[in-house]
């Protein structure tokens, strides 16, 4: 079995398994108490905590660890608002933020809190300038990903950053995807990332707050971890964590060069094997082992599991695996296809004999999903000319209205419309996709009593 989804989580680091099992015998005791065993237990908390600040580039005393990447963006997001309420309310966001970031926003926002969000290029890429703009007298807090957990986007932190910097705001990074890769540049303010992105355990997050930095921790008080991670913790889960981050920080210059050939590989050659393939993200700013690509005419949680059926584990942001129907919300800022959306995040290791296999298996396995569903041909030839159409894909969801679409395009003359009748969310976003790839012009949206009508023009 390949496993192909690090960005979700990235296997154990046997380092990490090590330190681990040795510390579960060496720093079970609390590390606050002043007998034999507590003492240990202390060294070791600290010593985890200085090998961390030395890979993110911080003092010691300026990272705590927390129960989990989330908290710790949770905790961040609220001790700098708080700290900063005689500022003002504003924050600021990226419309690609990991969950995580866009629900604190949400809270903020239902406490009475203002949130903008600063929209991204079809590449995923916020414009440092649409922060710049963003920034109000009364901005309290922004938040920046370093890169894009979905599509592999690196952010433009540095310019950011400055940005913030010169308007007297603080800055959150959350660095969950790229600190395996590095330190993150610029002058940011605090930061965040999870352990099991970089081959920690689970249940580990880091937390910074630079000095100098107004931030009220929320909640009920307590003495560790500076009062802004309570409850007892997780030595043994820590100490693995700083060990591992440490190991794989010692192997990513060489790893990089080599996944990047590897993604690159993938980046090329799908779109040459696979028709009617949109690959997205940024294809030079990005994560080494990140690489994301929709297929058109594709359920993606029939494409999942047909892969994984081929040995293949990868993940996907169409809005045809999630409970809810909706696409990605990265995919819908980015403005790219979602359907038969895969992304493929190769852990350090991965040998170029797996990804030779999963371009093997790829073709045929998109092309029987396709042929399950009844998708048009790519080679298609166009029909004879008839009156405009309307396409009636209400209660089907996706791949289906943009295979209808396709099926009846040619029955209508150039500069004929076809309009499809949908109430599924995702057409607002594939429907458009469809008609870039396909050289068609999209021509707006209509709302109807049982959901919406999207026009669609033929131009050739």
């Known amino acids: 079995m390949a496993y192909f989804d690090a960005a979700s989580a990235a296997p154990l680091h046997p380092v990490a398994r090590q330190a681990l099992l040795a510390s579960l015998d060496e720093g079970w005791a609390d590390p606050a108490r002043l007998y034999r065993e507590g003492r240990r237990a202390r060294l070791l908390l600290d010593a985890a905590r200085e090998a961390a600040a030395e890979a993110v580039g911080c003092r010691a005393d300026e990272l705590v660890f927390t129960p989990s990447g989330t908290r710790a963006v949770h905790s961040g997001v609220a001790g700098a608002l708080a700290g900063r309420r005689r500022v003002g309310s504003h924050l600021i966001v990226s419309a690609v933020e ?80 790229s600190l395996a890769w590095g330190r993150v540049e610029g002058d ?119 892969l994984d059926r081929a040995g293949f584990s990868v993940s996907s942001g169409s809005s045809c695996t999630s409970s809810t129907l909706t696409p990605s919300h990265v995919l819908r800022a980015m403005g790219v296809l979602s359907e038969g959306n895969v992304r493929v995040s190769l852990p350090t290791g991965t040998p170029a004999e797996d990804v030779e296999r999963f371009l093997e298996v790829l073709p045929g396995t998109v092309a029987a999903v396709r042929e399950k569903l009844g998708a048009p041909a790519a080679t298609e030839t166009v029909r004879a000319a008839g009156p405009d159409l309307v396409v009636d894909a209400l209660g089907r969801r996706c791949p289906v209205p943009v295979i209808e679409l396709a099926k009846v395009i040619g029955d209508v003359p150039v500069g004929g419309t076809v309009r499809v009748l949908s109430d599924d969310e995702a057409a607002r976003l594939d429907i458009p996709a469809w008609c870039e790839m396909r050289g068609q012009e999209y021509a707006g949206e209509e709302e109807t009593e049982s959901g919406t009508a999207y026009l669609v023009r033929r131009t050739r």
């Open 98 to 177: 990991h969950s995580s970031v866009l629900h604190a926003a949400e809270v903020h926002e239902a406490g009475g809190g203002s949130v903008t969000q600063v929209p991204v290029d079809r590449t995923g890429a916020v414009d440092p300038a649409g922060y710049a703009a963003a920034l109000r007298e009364d901005t309290a807090l922004a938040c920046l990903q370093s890169a894009n957990h979905e599509v592999g986007t690196e952010q433009p932190v540095t310019e950011v950053a400055a940005a913030c910097r010169a308007a007297g705001v603080p800055l959150l990074v959350d660095a969950a995807q």
């Open 188 to 306: 940011w303010s605090l930061l965040a990332g999870s352990a099991h992105k970089w081959g920690g355990p689970s249940g580990v997050g880091l937390l910074v707050v630079r000095k100098g930095v107004r931030f009220a921790p929320q909640g009920p008080g307590d003495e560790r971890e500076s009062g802004r991670a309570p409850g007892f913790e997780n030595l043994p889960a820590i100490v693995a964590a700083a060990a591992s981050l440490r190991a794989v920080r010692a192997e990513a210059a060489a790893e990089a060069v080599r996944l990047r050939e590897l993604t690159e590989r993938i980046r090329a050659r799908v779109p040459a094997l696979v028709p009617d393939v949109e690959v997205v993200g940024d294809p030079a700013r990005r994560l080494p082992g990140v690489v994301t690509f929709s297929c058109l005419y594709v359920d993606g949680e029939t494409l999942l599991h047909e």
